[in-house]
């Protein structure tokens, strides 16, 4: 899977204050062609960032003085374009995963770990942190005029986060922002908690959890950028159809695999596709080419379309570039690049990441074919069961109607 990347472009810097597992890290690591610095501290840390280029950090979460919380928050302030992961034993699991949904690490690594796991672990992560960071894509985000840029409630809400506000310091400052507000509460009521009303926007804020938040803040940021009138019919077909997958996604995840979906994943429909809105934004006649050429062949696949007619950039990549740069969990910026191959996903995402291309391919029929295309269908992937699906594609297909999303 990784033979044709070369790692020797990548540079890594290991910081613990255990020798041992530095030692250790080293081993492992530079054979397969990695650059790797160490640092027994933070601080020793912070000094080799100012000398040296580094793409990816790993530190250890357990160490003196400085904690890798507080390593991570100096590397994400300082160095925002470098990928963060932190190493963690068991006991820490549940503080670790805590801080990643506030987005001062966009991984972890447990300690300890099996060699092989180890090594493809940071072989993925370094080749999405290539992919993201290639050449041809960085020329063409930089040829777009005016890139959406966060909204200050986000850096805001953000940074309360990191901070462990409460739910009451959060509410401060979302309901300044009406908009905002409504798309909250709307979405909250609608997607996550079926047919329990939540009265307020706290409430909302305590129900839907801190990524689930940032989730919705993003998606109405995309939702609210300056469209044409010519755009807005395909702006409002991409939303509904990702508020409609939405409502959907755990029902499909569970039907699937028998087994309920983290709530924290719950809001990935709501954004794996946010290259598609890029796209339809700042290359809208790339867009249309696409969207038309989907329409000529059965399968109503976006990626292959844009394949068939050699887009410059895809959208999958376009996407992973702005999630990862708004600091959202691996799982989201892995979502994006291989929804259409989950094989390629790493291994502890990969039952998500199979449903949501499930999801993409009914979101895809409902929207350009209609279900008895999607029935009669035939697909290469061996997740995709009509019959375990039926139902829901029953369910959505007349809130697709709706929507008038078909």
Known sequence: MFDDIDFSKISILVVDDEPSILKAVRRTLIPEGFNVFTADSGFEGLEILKKEKIDLVISDYKMPKMNGFEFLKKVKNEYPNVYRIILSGYIEEGIVADGILRGIAST???????????????????SIYMTINDEKLTKYINSIEKLPSLPETYKKVSHAMENNASAKQLEDIIKKDISLTTEILHIANSIFYGSYKTLSLRQAIVRIGNLQLKNLILFNTMKNLSYTEYQKPHVRKLFNGAFVASKYYSSIYEALFGEKLSVNYEAIPLLYNIGKVLLLRFDFQNFLKITENLKKENFYSFSKSEDEIKAVINH????????????????FIESSLFYTAPEKSSEEYRKEIKALSVL??????????????????????????????????????????????V
Do not use: H, R
Not at 112 to 119: K, T
Not at 360 to 389: C, H, M, P, Q, R
């Open 108 to 126: 972890f690594i447990g300690k300890p770990w099996e060699v092989d796991a180890l090594i493809n672990k940071i072989k993925q992560i370094s």
């Open 316 to 331: 999958k990549d376009l996407g992973a570039y702005f999630l990862c740069s708004w600091n959202l969990p691996e799982i």
């Open 360 to 405: 993409d391919i009914i979101v895809s029929f409902l929207t350009y074919g209609n279900k008895k295309e999607l029935k009669e269908a035939k697909f290469d992937a061996d997740f995709f069961d009509f019959e375990k699906v039926e139902d829901i594609v029953n369910k959505m297909e007349k809130e697709f109607e709706k929507a008038n999303i």
